[in-house]
């Protein structure tokens, strides 16, 4: 009796169970050949979402020692405080400095700090503070200022970066030699600039870096070697100078 219950279950089962279904296309179904694939793309979607987020995570770990790299050896970014490089830099704007100098690679202007340079150093009197100013005089030169005029070697140094709206002063700084790896600096805001005509030379060792982009908040763009022109004879008439005044 138990046989035939049994019997007819499974016949039941047989004719009204769930069917799997197969899915067809026109006159093909994936039963007619066994080597056919069915692809889950939900599944295949979210391994591959988690792919490229692996990916990602993976690049970050690469690249930001090579940013860091880059910061410690080549180019760092700073904000410019304060007026005294007016007109050419304002208060408030970031620039980028390359920090090659302290490799003087001689060949290229990039390695090595030349006149009309705008550079960042520490200050002398407080190394806790950094400072943005233009290179005015080079280690064994000599500088003297005679009514705001800057005289290096005996020649007048014409400079084509000032802004006479900010430079009315008349201020004398007497004749000295410049010491070796040490930099005489102003700002281009004669009127209002604490720069070495105060508290004097910079060591070369302070100097960590050489303006040369800047990238917000207006103005973007790279910065120009300041121009100058020092093209006068030592001896020439001063009186003739003065007289230019």
């Known amino acids: 009796m138990n046989n035939k219950l049994i019997f007819v279950l499974k016949f039941i089962r047989k004719m009204f169970g769930r069917r799997r279904k197969s899915f067809t296309f026109g006159t093909i179904s994936a039963e007619d050949d066994s080597t056919i694939e069915i692809h889950d793309f939900r599944k295949e979607a979210r391994n591959h979402l988690l792919l ?16 860091i790299l880059i910061g410690v050896f080549v180019v760092q970014p700073v904000i410019v405080e304060g007026t005294s490089m007016l007109p050419v830099l304002h208060d408030g704007e970031r ?14 202007s990039w390695g090595h700090i030349e006149r009309g340079d705008i550079v960042v150093f520490w200050y002398p009197k407080d190394p806790e503070k950094s400072f943005v100013k233009r290179v005015i005089g080079l280690p064994g030169e000599t500088i003297e200022i005679r009514n705001g005029v800057v ?36 700002g281009d805001n004669r009127d209002n600039s604490s720069d070495s ?12 870096g050489k303006a040369f982009f800047r990238f917000w ?20 008439n001063l009186a003739k100078e003065e007289e230019e005044l």
Do not use: A, C
């Open 52 to 67: 490229e987020i692996f990916r990602f995570v993976r690049d970050i770990f690469l690249i930001i020692p090579i940013f």
């Open 217 to 236: 908040p207006s103005n973007i763009g790279f910065i120009e070697k300041g121009e100058y022109e020092l093209n006068l004879e030592k001896g020439d």
């Open 197 to 208: 005509r105060y508290w004097g030379l910079v060591p070369e060792k302070y100097i960590y």
């Open 95 to 108: 620039l980028l400095v390359n920090k090659l100098i302290y490799y003087k690679i001689q060949r290229y």
């Open 151 to 186: 005289y290096i070697n005996g020649r007048r140094l014409h400079e084509k970066y000032l802004e006479p709206t900010y430079n009315h002063s008349t201020l004398n700084f007497p004749l000295r030699k410049i010491d070796e790896h040490h930099y005489f600096v102003m």
